[in-house]
């Protein structure tokens, strides 16, 4: 935050406009509507935190900028997150200045959202109020006229999700562009002590701070000892060094008068409450301490046996589609190096995560629905007393089920928390949640090495043994978070109680839910897929080369003339298995055997294993690469799962059982493969010791589980 930017670019001639209010208060959805489908996503100016921006074309203004600000319930910042939005607003820290800043506020409960219309004021910020979710507050929402008079800015009444309003507030922002007055107003008074206070301050502001009273004030109540802020001068902390009570006096001062402000002059313009009568009829049922779970976990079942039964029929198709066009290039390139690059490379491994995407898609929408319809700020509500009972605050349980989409963006959602302890603990047990990259390894385990049948008739095994993989990546982060806060000192400290703003319920807005799912669908397709298509093209390299072996154990053109026709293919067969042992990729995994065989895993899963360490999801790209290599006895197209179920042992015993699964299921369930998690941890952290810690610690519990499973199975005689 320690510099001011204005840069001289063709863009920044362009006017821009930032969007800011409360977390569910509609913002989301008028930035849609406003940039329509010209958004773009990119990261804040040296933050690796995302930003969406857009380009809206105004009446007498042309195109326009449209900034959408993370949302926040105040200026007030004590961690790197909240700073976000008032470097945003400011034009801080190489960011450009808005010239005009879009406030949504909720209709029904418009006097807590106008505290941040509050603070924007007082630092003389080119306001505009959209009065949101009036649909729902009907004859409870103020009148718009009548609260800008009081704000001392304009405010527009807006039904973004039906187009209500719109229009009045594209006009309302032109004319607040053409009109570039900033004047700071205050609704309140301060002291003739705080004045002095703020006096005192002001004269250690960076110079490339706006010098102003609210600056001043933003500086005393958000720098402290043990805040997070960056960017912030040594000259200033000192200055503001002050004594607790004396800290908490200014803030009482400071939000006690925009309260009583907001009491006597906004709360008079509201009719009567809004009726949430609907809303608290559900909620005694959906946040009821044993109903509310029970519910909860039905629906986890229904949504991953939807998962794992609804997308099945797609898969088989995507299966059979790469399984074909593999056989076309094969046979126009015959015994080429090209042929077998495209096919077995290319095509086996990208084509082995592609047939999953449909799985992927309707993650990513379910969630959109439960998060779009207010269900899931209930859950965290929820979970707070199991959270709490594991030492967890309650705000971890969104970047925990954040997890089961991408470790990566749930870890950067951590920053939600104020303490840094309470974030390196939940960055230390978000990987155990089932990420949507292991949703591929689980479906070829379970649909390759597990009967498709029912249990008492009714529930189908498959699907209950993802839902089980599921719960079981949720309790063993739960347990790994009780366990670490009591063994690691660092992660030692008393509790903070939760507090949740409950949005009201509100029907899932589908061309929302349908973006986002675009937009998260997209970034897999695009980050894993090029992953995919390199790891594939490396480990086809490994494993097709060299292309003779150095020592062959027979003279194999010979064997093949010497035998019948008919059984020249079982020796084409042991031929090319022994090849694929000397290639480059089979020599890493015979080194790496000894370790995994007591875990019941052969070499071919070890060549996997590797190539997983990259991105768990490459885990079935590099066995679609190793069974690509393989020519089946039969001469036809045969798919990878089914090619696993055939995989037979020297004694003609199957290879992978049931058994094998379970522990090649708890070993991706627990081990944290995917380095791109271990490197948002780095960053976030600042530090090397978490990410080599996380990495230690989860494949040391990942190869214990996996023995214990498959040696106890084994007693057992399964």
């Known amino acids: ?143 718009p006229a009548e609260m800008g008079r009081h704000l001392g800015c304009e405010v527009v009444s807006v039904v973004a999700a039906h187009g209500r309003g719109v229009a009045e507030l594209n006009t ?142 797609l898969i088989h198709l995507i299966e059979r589609v790469f399984a074909a066009a593999g056989d076309e290039i094969k046979h126009a390139l015959p015994g080429s190096i090209l042929g077998h690059f495209v096919a077995d490379g290319l095509l086996a491994g990208v084509g082995a995560v592609a047939m999953f995407l449909p799985q992927i898609l309707l993650l990513f929408f379910f969630l959109g629905l439960l998060e779009d319809s207010g269900y899931l700020a209930r859950v965290a509500f929820l979970m707070d007393r199991p959270m709490r009972a594991m030492h967890l605050h309650g705000r971890a349980f969104i970047p925990l089920l954040a997890g089961f989409a991408c470790a990566v963006p749930a870890i950067m959602a951590t920053r939600t928390m104020e303490r840094r302890r309470d974030r390196v603990l939940a960055m230390m047990v978000i990987p155990l949640t089932t ?82 799912v675009w937009d998260r669908s997209r970034r897999f397709v695009t980050d894993a897929g090029t992953l995919i298509v390199i790891c594939s093209v490396v480990l086809w390299g490994l494993l097709d080369f060299p292309r003779q072996p150095a020592s062959p154990s027979r003279d194999w053109k010979a064997a093949i003339a010497q035998v019948e026709p008919a059984a020249r293919p079982e020796v084409e067969r042991a031929k090319e298995a022994e090849r694929l042992q000397q290639s480059y990729a089979g020599r890493i995994g015979k080194l790496m055997e000894p370790a995994i065989a007591p875990l019941g895993f052969d070499w071919k899963i070890g060549i996997g294993l590797v190539g997983a360490f990259v991105a768990r999801e490459v885990f079935v790209a590099t066995m679609g690469v190793v069974y690509g290599l393989e020519p089946d006895t039969a001469g036809s197209s045969l798919t990878l799962r089914e090619k696993l179920r055939q995989e037979k042992r020297p004694d003609g015993s199957p290879l992978y059982t049931p058994l094998v ?8 369930a627990l081990a944290c493969q995917c380095t791109s998690t271990l490197a948002v941890v780095r960053r976030e952290t600042g530090s090397l010791r978490w990410p080599l810690f996380l990495f230690a610690y989860t494949s040391v519990l990942a190869w214990l589980v996996s023995f214990a499973a498959y040696q106890t199975g084994r007693l057992l005689g399964l």
């Not at 709360?267 to 109903?291: M, N």
């Not at 249990?455 to 009780?482: K, R």
């Not at 699964?661 to 991706?668: Q, T, V």
């Open 172 to 313: 309302a922002i032109a004319r607040r562009l053409r009109d570039p007055e900033r004047r700071e107003i205050w609704h309140w008074q301060p002291t003739a002590w705080l004045r002095r206070l703020l006096a005192e301050t002001r004269t250690a502001l960076p110079a490339d701070w706006p010098s102003c009273d609210a600056m001043a004030l933003w500086a005393l109540m958000s720098v402290e000892p043990g805040d997070e802020l960056h960017g912030i001068p040594a000259a200033l902390r000192r200055a503001v060094h002050l004594p607790p009570e004396t800290r908490k006096r200014v803030d009482d001062e400071a939000i006690l008068g925009r309260y009583a402000f907001m009491d006597a002059t906004l709360a008079p313009l509201g009719h009567h409450e809004p009726d949430r009568s609907l809303t608290e009829r559900v909620d005694r049922i959906l946040i009821h301490p044993w109903l509310g779970l029970l519910i909860f976990l039905l629906l986890m079942f229904v949504l991953f046996e939807g998962l794992f039964a609804g997308a099945d029929p």
């Open 435 to 516: 990420c949507s990259a292991r949703l591929p390894v689980y479906t070829l385990i379970i649909g390759s090495l597990f009967p498709a049948r029912r249990i008492g008739g009714v529930l189908p095994a498959q699907g209950l043994l993802v839902v089980f993989m599921y719960a079981f990546g949720m309790a063993a982060a739960l347990l790994a978070a009780l366990i670490l806060s009591r063994a690691l000192p660092p992660l030692r400290s008393r509790r903070l109680p939760l507090v949740l703003e409950l949005p009201p319920y509100r029907r899932p807005r589908l061309r929302d839910v349908r973006g986002m």
């Open 1 to 143: 935050m320690s510099q001011s930017s204005t840069p001289a670019s063709a863009e920044s001639l362009r006017p821009l406009v930032a969007l800011a209010g409360h977390p569910n208060t509609g913002k989301t959805t008028l930035f849609n509507v406003l940039t329509g489908s010209r958004a773009r996503v990119g990261n804040y100016p040296g933050i690796t935190v995302e930003r969406r921006m857009g380009e809206a074309g105004l009446e007498g203004v042309g195109p326009v900028d449209v900034l959408d600000i993370p949302g926040t319930y105040s200026l007030v910042a004590r961690t790197g997150e909240e700073q976000i939005a008032i470097n945003a607003m400011l034009g801080l820290a190489g960011q450009r200045r808005p010239d005009a800043v879009v406030i949504c506020v909720d209709a029904t409960q418009f006097v807590r959202s106008s505290h941040l219309v509050l603070q924007a004021l007082e630092f003389g910020l080119p306001v505009l109020v959209a009065l949101t979710m009036t649909d729902e507050a009907k004859e409870a929402a103020p009148d």
């Open 661 to 668: 699964g379970l522990s090649l299921l708890l070993f991706f």
